[in-house]
């Protein structure tokens, strides 16, 4: 997965990762959304999940599902319609 991502976003990648653990999320935006993107490849965008599914698959990589699932709403790369989950048919415009 980290081989689609240029030299910059691996870089980003290398300090809030540590194997398939984010450690930290990033504080400022730029970096913050290559990793929110980054464990959005996680998330299989021919099916949908339940709030209970979309919580466990982020608690594997961060504690704090809440906040990355309203970041990956709000920016539209996710959809939300009555505690049911599903990906954006359109790949999320993130590197501007």
Do not use: C
């Not at 400022?28 to 021919?46: E, F, G, S």
């Not at 949908?48 to 704090?64: F, K, M, Q, V």
């Amino acid at each position: 997965m980290v081989s689609d991502w240029t030299a910059e976003e691996q870089r980003v990648l290398q300090t809030f990762l540590k194997g398939e653990r984010i450690v930290q999320l990033p504080v400022k935006l730029k970096k913050r959304r290559v990793v929110l993107r980054w464990l959005l490849d996680y998330v299989d965008p021919t099916r949908t999940y339940d709030e209970s599914e979309i919580n466990a698959l982020i608690s594997r990589h961060h504690p704090d599902y809440a906040t990355i699932r309203r970041e990956w709403v709000a920016f539209d790369w996710m959809q939300r319609d009555h505690g049911i989950y599903r990906r954006t048919s359109a790949e999320p415009n993130w590197r501007r």
